[in-house]
């Protein structure tokens, strides 16, 4: 299949966007974060420090997340925000630590360990109240993540003016979310990034999960016009504007779950001048990952640690 | 080395579970059912007694049809069929995924932490999770064959270690597609690594070190090679990328000890290849001339 890099969106920004989003994150603030940090022995090693982390989010909603730091360092250090995937369970940072950042990776309501509250399932998170954008289940899903940056703020041992984020699939997409609305980001790496032309891919794909939202329009075709509002609030396209930092983003061309248009057009609308695609002929979800890994080190480290790697 | 014990302790895990009765209940989930496939919630009762989810898809005409059995995966989300699988992979197959216990849907009472799924008892072999999981995967492939809409000759088990060790101890696999991830010489091998799922070994064995020789016991008993002989379903070995923990030529203690013809693929580090590939050979053995017509859009050739 042939896929054009000239692709376009068919989504458009809600005039009222920006005034959502702002209204979202005023009842957001009036949620103290209560950051607990718990430390986890058993998944700390000699080189490594592991903790559990909570938080609380939108709703008061705890969140949880895995945190790991080089061990024995006393000085500030570069910090990374990880996203996971739609169905993966968060994993833990380790190897970023060993890279030399802090790294928070965050299980947003409904992950395994944050589910307490709110738990859709899998799959149903897609659809979970997609006709109003007021109680949409990524409404409070994306704020959970965006607060890991608050997290981060509030550690010591992280350089404030150092943090960067990263994601593939779903993570792709919180990632362009995050980069767009928490200035603090200094630098982005967004994999196959999910969540950005919802509309757009439903027709280009029919794979889970995207498929969960035909599935509901073929038992619902009459609340297509509400599915479609609510979708324009939480598009990563919609979001894309408003990213200044230096971004990269990798796509596979035979992608089955991320329709690659969907990255085109995505790229296309995104606001920074520092941005960079790599497209990747002859892979699918991973999105060249095997051979993306060390773009995304060297990215991290010249924007994070003023490092250049070869 | 196989445990001397390794088929006494099989065989009574087995007579355990023929003594759980399935109970089995079977639901239409109009949301997920098309033109081409109704979907079904099975729930039933597995080793324990221990209740059990999973998601069957028949497809819409007159079958048998061939099946494909989505074993036990290592993951908290129970999939209908895996992500980016096209969903017209259900208007030809009879598709059946299961979530073992502790998976999102069957996680109650016993709800599995990722990680910490691979190291829950494991320092004896009556108690660690897995043997209940692959008593699990047996029970759920017990339930496919019995499916009248089940072509008996075209039963396809997919998964990693799991699918392999539930077609070992039962019947009714015709082929198998394994990509071994957790239990293939792990005690040997989890050291050379720091990823997960093998890095839980390593945790595990940093926190306790005196349980390493009860650990190494446990695993034995799990080990694929052991599990293999007992395989005569035709079977696709999904191998990581040359170089690589799992690699081909690492595998071929194994791809020597299966009981029926093997092919082993070695990852081409792309999900598209990789996944064309299983495709494509489920496809051949299942006698399913259009392929192309049930493969998502961005891997089809036109």
């Not at chain 1, 700390?44 to 949880?64: G, K, N, P, W």
């Not at chain 2, 006494?8 to 895990?13: I, L, S």
């Not at chain 2, 239990?183 to 050379?192: D, S």
Request: proline content about 8%; glycine content about 8%.
């Amino acid at each position: 299949m042939t896929v054009s890099a000239e692709y376009r969106s068919k989504v458009r920004k809600p005039d009222d966007f920006d005034a959502f989003w702002a209204d979202v994150l005023r009842q957001a603030a009036t949620v103290p974060l209560a950051p607990e940090i718990v430390p986890d022995p058993l998944r700390s090693s000699e080189d490594v420090e592991t903790f559990q982390v909570f938080y609380t989010s939108l709703e008061h909603v705890r969140i949880a997340a895995w945190y790991c730091r080089p061990a024995r360092r006393a000085e500030r250090m570069p910090a990374i925000l990880l996203s996971p995937g739609y169905q993966m369970d968060p994993p833990i940072p380790k190897e970023w630590a060993r890279k030399g950042y802090v790294a928070l990776s965050v299980a947003p309501r409904g992950k395994l360990r944050s589910l307490g509250q709110f738990n859709p399932g899998y799959p149903n998170l897609l659809t979970h109240n997609i006709v109003d954008r007021h109680t949409y289940a990524y409404r409070g899903f994306y704020v959970d993540t965006w607060r890991g940056i608050d997290f981060l703020l509030s550690r010591p041992e992280v350089d404030a003016s150092q943090i960067g984020v990263t994601g593939s699939s779903q993570g792709g997409g919180l990632t362009i979310t995050t980069a767009a609305m928490r200035p603090e980001v200094r630098a982005a790496a967004a994999g196959a990034p999910y969540l950005c032309g919802f509309m757009d891919a439903i027709e280009l794909t029919h794979t889970y999960p995207y498929e969960e939202i035909n599935d509901y329009l073929r038992r619902h075709p009459d609340r297509r016009p509400e599915v479609e509002e609510t979708l324009a609030y939480f598009d990563g396209i919609s979001f894309a504007d408003a990213i200044s930092c230096p971004i990269i983003v990798n796509i596979g061309l035979q992608d089955n779950v991320v329709p690659p248009e969907t990255g085109y057009a995505l790229f296309d609308r995104i606001g920074s001048r520092d941005k960079q695609l790599y497209p990747y002929d002859g892979h699918g979800h991973e999105a060249g990952r095997f051979r993306h890994t060390a773009v995304v080190d060297r990215f991290f480290a010249r924007h994070l640690q003023g490092a250049e790697i070869r | 080395m196989v445990p001397e014990t390794f088929g006494e302790y099989w065989q009574a895990t087995l007579d355990d579970l023929g003594r759980c009765p399935a109970r089995v209940e079977i639901d239409p989930i109009p949301l997920r059912s098309t033109d081409f496939a109704t979907l079904y919630g099975v729930r039933l009762t597995s080793l324990g007694p221990y209740r059990l989810f999973g998601y069957l898809s028949v497809p819409v005409g007159i079958g048998p049809f061939p099946a494909i059995y989505y074993a036990p995966k290592y993951q908290s989300v129970l999939e209908i069929i895996p992500q980016g699988t096209a969903n017209l992979q259900r208007s030809r197959y009879v598709t059946f995924s299961l979530a073992g216990r502790g998976q999102r849907n069957a996680d109650t009472p016993y709800a599995a932490m990722f990680p910490g799924l691979l190291t829950d008892g494991i320092d004896d072999p009556a108690s660690y999770v897995f043997r209940g999981i692959v008593a699990d995967a047996v029970r759920g492939l017990e339930f496919l064959r019995a499916r009248s809409e089940v072509d008996p000759a075209r039963v396809v088990v997919v998964g990693n270690d799991v699918a392999l060790m539930a077609a070992a101890l039962t019947s009714g696999a015709t082929h198998v597609v394994t990509t071994p991830a957790l239990f293939y010489r792990t005690a040997e091998l989890a050291p050379r690594t720091q990823a997960y799922p093998l890095e839980e070994i390593n945790d595990y064995l940093r926190a306790f070190p005196a349980r390493a020789e009860s650990v190494r016991r446990t695993l034995a008993s799990f080990d694929l090679v052991a599990f293999a002989p007992r395989v005569t379903a035709t079977t696709l070995v999904m191998a990581s990328a040359p170089g690589s923990l799992l690699d081909g030529a690492a595998l071929g203690p194994l791809r020597s000890a299966l009981g029926g013809p093997v092919t082993v693929h070695d990852s081409e580090q792309s999900s598209f290849k990789d996944g064309l590939y299983a495709e494509r050979w489920m496809a051949a053995r299942c006698g399913i001339p259009d392929v192309e017509a049930i493969l998502p859009e961005h891997w089809r050739a036109t």
